[in-house]
């Protein structure tokens, strides 16, 4: 199966799975897995803290905001890895977004629905920035310069 054409980034698509709601992702975890695939645990889901660093808007600098408490996992499927970290502590929920990457990388059968379902998260986030921004956009204040 060619998903080369529709296929995000592996980056950006370990962003959509990390913002998937758990349910969707061990629905299609397990539905990725009914085929009979035996995927190989590599890094069991594992609890700890990473270090959230933004940059400032106005000087661009960059500086640490503070710790994130995250979830990773990397499992094995049909001879390619897959990688997952997600916000919280919900250990299945980052095994099945784990999947779900070896099951895109592996070019398996549902890689497709993997895809769609990161395209179902990417419109919901970009539904959600646009109804933030329009609930927003009334209260900008528009400042003039003076010479």
Known sequence: ?????????????????AATPAE???????????????????????????????????????????????TRAEVELDG?????????????????????DAEVEARRPHAGAVLELCARTERTEADAGAAEWAELGPTAVAFEELD
């Open 1 to 17: 199966m060619s998903t080369d054409a529709v296929s995000p980034t592996r980056e950006r698509r370990a962003e959509l799975l």
């Open 24 to 70: 969707a992702l061990v629905a299609l975890a397990e539905r990725c897995l009914a085929d009979g695939a035996d995927p190989v645990l590599i890094a069991a889901p594992e609890v700890g803290m990473v270090m959230l660093t933004v940059r400032e808007p106005v000087a661009r600098e960059r500086f640490h905001l503070g710790e994130v408490l995250v």
């Open 80 to 100: 390619a890895r897959g990688w997952a970290m997600r916000t919280g502590d919900d250990r299945l929920a980052t095994l099945a977004a784990a999947v779900l």
